[in-house]
T-cell receptor, first 109, second 114 residues
Framework: QKEVEQNSGPLSVPEGAIASLNCTYS??????FFWYRQYSGKSPELIMS????GDKEDGRFTAQLNKASQYVSLLIRDSQPSDSATYLC?????????FGKGTMLLVSP | DAGVIQSPRHEVTEMGQEVTLRCKPI?????LFWYRQTMMRGLELLIY????????DSGMPEDRFSAKMPNASFSTLKIQPSEPRDSAVYFC????????????FGPGTRLTVT
């Protein structure tokens, strides 16, 4: 059973702070890693993908991957109230794709 | 581009009835995915198609669930007979390149089985 674990939260941060979201996975053969954002009552939307160890930055978002530790993280700089959502970590292997249950992020003004 | 289209958006039915959910993927996307999302189990991949052919249906929970993709622009997920534990949001997603690439999700169908 391939597992993807996330803290369910909520993670509460003040506006302007850095939000740090974490995800661990069990399958060492995993090759592709994604962060999806899901607003309440809406569908998931991809915000970051990462395929190799290290950091990948896109605007206010940075994804970090450490395959040795089987760990993926998402940093959101200068958090805004509009970032308040559930963030889903997804991990893909050769023929599988598993989502974590998500971390709820609340950004207070 | 219209994005992934799903219908109906909401479905309320009684236990034992047949339910059919519909999906139109983004034009040109060769992969189509069906997911189920509940609070308890999160987002689960049920089945996915490549070029209209089912590739992996290991996530389909029971024989009561079936999915078809008769052509590149249409897919159905059928539950027969439906049970209260099937109540969930069902998402369809499409991708130009498969499991390891970005997926575009439809708005979902909220199914309630009473």
């Amino acid at each position: 059973q391939k597992e993807v674990e996330q803290n369910s939260g909520p993670l509460s941060v003040p506006e302007g702070a850095i939000a740090s979201l974490n995800c661990t996975y069990s399958d060492r053969g995993s090759q592709s890693f994604f962060w999806y954002r899901q607003y309440s009552g809406k569908s998931p939307e991809l915000i970051m993908s990462i395929y190799s160890n290290g950091d990948k930055e896109d605007g206010r978002f940075t994804a970090q991957l450490n395959k040795a530790s089987q760990y993926v993280s998402l940093l959101i700089r200068d958090s805004q109230p509009s970032d308040s959502a559930t963030y889903l970590c997804a991990v893909a292997g050769y023929s599988t794709l598993t989502f974590g249950k998500g971390t709820m992020l609340l950004v207070s003004p | 581009d219209a994005g992934v289209i799903q219908s109906p958006r909401h479905e309320v039915t009684e236990m034992g009835q047949e339910v059919t959910l519909r999906c139109k993927p983004i034009s040109g996307h060769d992969y189509l995915f069906w997911y189920r999302q509940t609070m308890m189990r999160g987002l689960e991949l049920l089945i996915y198609f490549n070029n209209n052919v089912p590739i992996d249906d290991s996530g389909m929970p029971e024989d009561r669930f079936s999915a078809k993709m008769p052509n590149a622009s249409f897919s159905t997920l059928k539950i027969q007979p439906s049970e209260p534990r099937d109540s969930a949001v069902y998402f369809c997603a499409s991708s130009p390149a498969g499991l390891s690439y970005e997926q575009y999700f439809g708005p979902g169908t909220r199914l309630t089985v009473t």
